[in-house]
């Protein structure tokens, strides 16, 4: 990379965090090719990652600010303390949109509390235009649903714990 693509990267990204703030944005992801070779892949979250609840936290007063903004160049893997480390996480077998019911207006698959089996259907994942089901891979109880209705997920995101 060239000086003069860093500095302006540095200045971009900069703008990009100044626009987070000033619009109260939860997050941006932007990708700017340079050439074939050359690209810059940037996100920019408001908020810092939570971690995982433990039943031994004790309540504490919110903040009046919010997290300053985190940079994050991209490639990256998913964040230490999600609900990816959760040995009991289900994660998405493939990238698409997810679904919490055969069709709408439905029924959802499951909810907090239900009792699945193994190979019971948890959710749909439409990739390219195909309804995926996608079967829960042991019996349990859904203790926490990851993802909404109609949201992208991504290849190995957690979608729900099941214990």
Same mark, same amino acid.
């Given at each position: 990379?060239?000086?003069?693509?860093?500095?302006?990267?540095?200045?971009?990204?900069?703008a990009l965090s100044e626009l987070v703030n000033t619009k109260d944005l939860a997050?941006?992801?932007?990708?700017?090719?340079?050439?074939?070779?050359?690209?810059?892949?940037?996100?920019?979250?408001?908020?810092?990652?939570? /971690?995982? *609840?433990? %039943?031994?936290?004790?309540?504490?007063?919110? @903040? #009046?600010?919010?997290?300053?903004?985190? $940079?994050? &160049?991209?490639?990256?893997?998913?964040?230490?303390?999600?609900?990816?480390?959760?040995?009991?996480?289900?994660?998405?077998?493939?990238?698409?949109?997810?679904?919490?019911? /055969?069709? *709408?207006? %439905?029924?959802?698959?499951?909810?907090?509390? @239900? #009792?699945?089996?193994?190979?019971?259907? $948890?959710? &749909?994942?439409?990739?390219?235009?195909?309804?995926?089901?996608?079967?829960?891979?042991?019996?349990?109880?859904?203790?926490?649903?990851?993802?909404?209705?109609?949201?992208?997920?991504?290849?190995?995101?957690?979608?729900?714990?099941?214990?």
């Amino acid at each position: 990379m060239s000086k003069k693509h860093q500095d302006a990267d540095v200045a971009f990204v900069e703008a990009l965090s100044e626009l987070v703030n000033t619009k109260d944005l939860a997050e941006i992801q932007v990708k700017r090719d340079y050439d074939d070779n050359s690209s810059l892949n940037v996100r920019i979250t408001r908020f810092a990652a939570t /971690p995982a *609840p433990s %039943a031994f936290l004790q309540a504490t007063a919110p @903040t #009046a600010t919010p997290a300053a903004p985190q $940079l994050e &160049i991209l490639p990256t893997s998913p964040t230490a303390g999600d609900p990816a480390d959760n040995p009991n996480a289900v994660t998405s077998p493939m990238v698409g949109t997810v679904y919490l019911q /055969p069709e *709408p207006g %439905a029924e959802s698959f499951i909810s907090v509390g @239900t #009792a699945v089996k193994e190979g019971q259907t $948890l959710l &749909i994942i439409e990739a390219m235009k195909t309804m995926n089901q996608i079967p829960a891979p042991r019996s349990g109880i859904v203790k926490r649903i990851l993802v909404e209705d109609g949201s992208a997920v991504e290849f190995g995101s957690p979608i729900v714990i099941l214990e």
